[in-house]
């Protein structure tokens, strides 16, 4: 069954440091997403990404972030300067087309550590 | 803003009986409702969904009902099994909005 694959599966970064997560989405979907998970808390949506551009980005989503599609098959979330607040796990979504919801695939997540 | 809520964080139930999951929204806009399975260092499955215009979606040993004036939905699962411990995340969408708002979670464990 394909997959959304999440890469590294842990990464620890001290404060101000970049960070760059990977994903690489399943091969036919056309849409991709970031969402990321606090430690009990809820899954918050970040971003929309749909034609190499965001579609939809949260609060959250702030200057200090920035996704990409470098190669049409990775698609990236990078965090300028990381703050201890960063800390979570950060999930990668993709979907074949618009309006099939029910059609979310998400990734293994990538466990974020900021300290 | 708590748009979905998943008031139970945790629930126990024996195995071969029924597992209900609860969940209720806030926003009427809201068209689209889906239940997702988690397991830990997983990635949200997605399990079922309904959308607004049904009451009732049942696949296999999942049923979820929606009560759209009580804005609340439920997921049953009977009978239930030790594969079913897991965390369930309730989550909704609207038309024309590509991302979902997800719940806090609740964690069911099913005892043998």
């Known amino acids: 069954e394909p997959e959304v694959t999440q890469t590294p599966s842990h990464q620890v970064t001290q404060m101000g440091q970049e960070v760059i997560l990977r994903c690489v989405p399943i091969?036919?979907?056309?849409?991709f997403y970031w969402y990321r998970q606090i430690l009990g808390q809820k899954v918050e949506f970040l971003v929309s990404?749909?034609?190499?551009?965001?579609?939809?980005k949260s609060e959250i989503f702030d200057d200090q972030f920035s996704v990409e599609r470098p190669d049409g098959s990775n698609f990236t979330l990078k965090i300028r300067s990381t703050k201890l607040e960063d800390s979570a796990m950060y999930f990668c979504a993709s979907k074949t087309q618009a309006q099939s919801m029910a059609g979310y695939t998400f990734g293994s997540g990538t466990r974020l550590t900021v300290v | 803003d708590q748009q979905v809520k998943q008031n139970s964080p945790s629930l126990s139930v024996q195995e071969g009986r029924i597992s209900i999951l609860n969940c209720d929204y806030t926003?009427?806009?809201?068209?689209?409702f889906l239940w997702y399975k988690k397991y830990p260092a997983e990635g949200p499955t997605f399990l079922i969904s309904i959308s607004s215009i049904k009451d009732k979606n049942e696949d296999g040993r999942f049923t979820v009902f929606l009560n759209k004036s009580a804005k609340h939905l439920s997921l049953h699962i009977v009978p239930s099994q030790p594969g079913d411990s897991a965390v369930y995340f309730c989550a909704a969408s609207n038309f024309g909005n590509e991302k979902l708002t997800f719940g806090t979670g609740t964690r069911l464990t099913i005892i043998p």
């Open positions: 990404f749909y034609n190499n551009e965001i579609s939809e």
């Open positions: 926003n009427s806009m809201f068209d689209y």
């Open positions: 091969s036919n979907h056309l849409y």
